[in-house]
């Protein structure tokens, strides 16, 4: 039997295997996907639906695996060994910086597949309410903290440069940690009316069955212009979005004109004796970077926001907030790009996570039995044996195992 998309949607309907718990799900996303190419007859409905279901899923699909491999690397404890004080408080912004990232990826992920569809569902797609509840609610708080996380990351980077003195006294791992966890509260504060409009309710559909929707708490006459609209319609953005991207516009200029002094800043520290680091250019650079995407990919999408495209301009502002959405995605998805291009320190300890792991599972089937032995200087190191390894100055030892208590093993490591 050849299955299509149509009879596999059929299949999964069956109740024979209602048992399976991912059916209702995959149903849906064929449905989903059905649906999304028989209603795209249209040029513009076409460009619209491609942008939503297929561009952005895509992006976020990357920007899971990217951010997933930021905190694999940023975590690792090669590659915060050889960092001082200050760069390790930078590597914890960025490894909230890429949590945050993540948790705005997986939550856009979901959003063109669980939000089309009825309004009121069974009790068995209860899920499906609960994100369309809450899933634009964590959307705008992740998307709030990650910006003001870029804004303390660029603040940090600011006192770096213009008060190189005085930052180790001000700036720290614990108060990195503190500030971190005080705009994740603020933004969740401040999002705190997205998550409380609705609540799901119980209805009864024409067949007397139970079915569940999506109610407005505070429904009114004049609920288009009351408070809470107004808040989340004008006040929000300008919290979440443009005070940020103002202040990391400012940071952005003074930290490039900072990069450029920097030789003025490392004579003064070299005449008091301070030691100078190189990864806090680098780090800085990166910011600069980081931040210059953020003001080109969030800001159409924010001021889009406050023009309600979708009443102005018809379908043709569905496809340019569907841009604009798509280029806000891409500014959360690829900073992993980002740091294996300008970060060295950050890919040398990918290709060690990636060439170790390789390198251990190869030792581990037995192919390390090619490596030389070299017997040296047997009347002073009685049975001392060396494993030649890329770099023979570069030796790395292990574990002693029963009967080599007259020897010393070492075995290869990654050379970066």
Same mark, same amino acid.
């Given at each position: 039997?050849?299955?299509?998309?149509?009879?596999?949607?059929?299949?999964?309907?069956?109740?024979?295997?209602?048992? =399976?718990?991912? $059916?209702?799900?995959?149903?849906?996303?064929?449905?989903?996907?059905?649906?999304?190419?028989?209603?795209?007859?249209?040029?513009?409905?076409?460009?619209?639906?491609?942008?939503?279901?297929?561009?952005?899923? =895509?992006? %976020?699909?990357?920007?899971?695996?990217?951010?997933?491999?930021?905190?694999?690397?940023?975590?690792?404890?090669?590659?915060?060994?050889?960092?001082?004080?200050?760069?390790?408080?930078?590597? &914890?912004?960025?490894?909230?910086?890429?949590?945050?990232? *993540?948790?705005?990826?997986?939550?856009?992920?979901?959003?063109?597949?669980?939000?089309?569809?009825?309004?009121?569902?069974?009790?068995?797609?209860?899920? *499906? *309410?609960?994100?369309?509840?809450?899933?634009?609610?964590?959307?705008?708080?992740?998307?709030?903290?990650?910006?003001?996380?870029? +804004?303390?990351?660029?603040?940090?980077?600011?006192?770096?440069?213009?008060?190189? /003195?005085?930052?180790?006294?001000?700036?720290?791992?614990?108060?990195?940690?503190?500030?971190?966890?005080?705009?994740?509260?603020?933004?969740? /504060?401040?999002?705190?009316?997205?998550?409380?409009?609705?609540?799901?309710?119980?209805?009864?559909?024409?067949?007397?069955?139970?079915?569940? !929707?999506?109610?407005?708490?505070?429904?009114?006459?004049?609920?288009?212009?009351?408070?809470?609209?107004?808040?989340?319609?004008?006040?929000?953005?300008?919290?979440?979005?443009?005070?940020?991207?103002?202040?990391?516009?400012?940071?952005? $200029?003074?930290?490039? !004109?900072? *990069?450029?002094?920097?030789?003025?800043?490392?004579?003064? =520290?070299?005449?008091? @004796?301070?030691? #100078?680091?190189?990864?806090?250019?680098?780090?800085?650079?990166?910011?600069?970077? #980081? &931040?210059?995407?953020?003001? #080109?990919?969030?800001?159409?999408?924010? #001021?889009?926001? /406050?023009?309600?495209?979708?009443?102005?301009?018809?379908?043709?502002?569905?496809?340019?907030?569907?841009?604009?959405?798509?280029?806000?995605?891409?500014?959360?998805?690829?900073?992993?790009?980002?740091?294996?291009?300008?970060?060295?320190?950050?890919?040398? +300890?990918?290709?060690?996570?990636?060439?170790?792991?390789?390198?251990?599972?190869?030792?581990?089937?037995?192919? @390390?039995?090619?490596?030389?032995?070299?017997?040296?200087?047997?009347?002073?190191?009685?049975?001392?044996?060396?494993?030649? %390894?890329?770099?023979?100055?570069?030796?790395?030892? %292990?574990?002693?195992?029963?009967?080599?208590?007259?020897? &010393?093993? %070492?075995?290869?490591?990654?050379?970066?």
């Amino acid at each position: 039997m050849n299955y299509n998309v149509s009879n596999l949607a059929q299949l999964l309907r069956d109740p024979s295997n209602s048992s =399976l718990p991912w $059916v209702p799900v995959c149903t849906m996303l064929i449905d989903q996907i059905l649906s999304g190419f028989s209603n795209s007859s249209t040029p513009e409905r076409g460009t619209s639906f491609s942008w939503e279901n297929i561009f952005i899923p =895509l992006i %976020c699909f990357f920007g899971i695996s990217g951010n997933t491999l930021n905190l694999i690397v940023l975590t690792k404890k090669r590659m915060n060994n050889p960092q001082r004080r200050l760069e390790k408080a930078a590597s &914890v912004g960025l490894t909230a910086l890429a949590f945050s990232d *993540l948790l705005f990826s997986a939550c856009v992920f979901l959003y063109p597949f669980f939000t089309t569809g009825d309004a009121a569902v069974k009790s068995n797609q209860l899920y *499906l *309410l609960y994100y369309r509840l809450y899933g634009i609610s964590a959307i705008n708080l992740f998307l709030m903290t990650s910006a003001w996380l870029i +804004v303390e990351l660029a603040l940090e980077r600011y006192i770096v440069l213009y008060f190189p /003195l005085r930052a180790k006294c001000v700036l720290g791992i614990r108060r990195t940690k503190a500030v971190i966890v005080s705009i994740f509260l603020a933004s969740l /504060l401040a999002t705190l009316p997205y998550f409380l409009k609705g609540k799901v309710v119980e209805c009864q559909d024409l067949d007397g069955n139970t079915m569940y !929707q999506i109610q407005q708490r505070w429904q009114s006459p004049t609920t288009k212009n009351n408070m809470l609209t107004m808040y989340m319609r004008w006040v929000w953005p300008f919290i979440a979005a443009f005070i940020p991207l103002t202040l990391l516009f400012f940071c952005n $200029v003074r930290l490039i !004109q900072g *990069l450029r002094r920097v030789p003025t800043n490392t004579k003064k =520290l070299r005449s008091k @004796g301070q030691p #100078i680091s190189a990864a806090n250019n680098r780090i800085t650079l990166t910011l600069i970077v #980081i &931040v210059f995407m953020s003001l #080109i990919l969030v800001t159409p999408s924010e #001021i889009l926001r /406050l023009l309600n495209p979708y009443d102005m301009w018809g379908e043709p502002g569905h496809i340019a907030a569907s841009v604009a959405n798509a280029m806000q995605t891409i500014n959360f998805a690829f900073n992993f790009i980002l740091y294996c291009t300008l970060d060295v320190h950050f890919r040398r +300890v990918f290709k060690h996570i990636i060439l170790g792991h390789c390198i251990k599972k190869s030792r581990n089937r037995g192919y @390390g039995s090619d490596i030389m032995v070299l017997h040296i200087n047997q009347t002073s190191y009685p049975g001392l044996r060396l494993r030649i %390894c890329l770099r023979p100055s570069e030796l790395k030892p %292990c574990d002693f195992n029963e009967g080599q208590s007259q020897e &010393v093993c %070492c075995v290869p490591h990654v050379i970066l």
